[in-house]
């Protein structure tokens, strides 16, 4: 079991740059895989990035890919994302999530992923 906190989040001008953090609790953040999903209003969840577990792989949603980073670091229980080049339609609540046994296409499904955090409030002014 593993509690996530997530911040960073805020206001930025469209083209500007931000970054997520996602703070976990437990000595053993390193069976866990770990991802980024963002939701706006009246939109479904969707993901946005996600990291194996020793963070040796990622993976991008495509209308981030080449804008966004996904990185860990196992010894400070922490992920981050890197968000540059934003634009209005990132504007969501962002949220950090986590499972232990998530394995292939199952990185993208956040219905596999068994903990997450509150989120954080990202929004992108033109």
């Known amino acids: 079991q593993v509690q996530l906190v997530e911040s960073g989040g805020g206001l930025v001008q469209a083209g500007g740059s931000l970054r997520l953090s996602c703070a976990a609790s437990?000595?053993?953040?390193?069976?866990?895989?770990m991802g980024w999903f963002r939701q706006a209003p009246g939109k479904e969840r969707e993901f946005v990035a996600a990291?194996?577990?020793?963070?040796?792989?990622?993976y991008y949603a495509d209308s981030v890919k080449g804008r966004f980073g996904i990185f860990r670091d196992n010894a400070k229980n922490t992920v981050s994302l890197q968000m540059n080049s934003l634009k209005p339609e990132d504007t969501a609540v962002y949220y950090c999530?986590?499972?232990?046994?998530?394995?292939?296409?199952?990185?993208?499904?956040?219905?596999?992923?068994?903990?997450w955090g509150q989120g954080t409030q990202v929004t992108v002014s033109s």
């Open positions: 990291i194996t577990r020793s963070g040796g792989i990622t």
């Open positions: 437990g000595r053993m953040f390193s069976r866990y895989a």
């Open positions: 999530a986590a499972d232990e046994d998530v394995s292939g296409i199952y990185y993208y499904t956040g219905a596999r992923y068994d903990y």
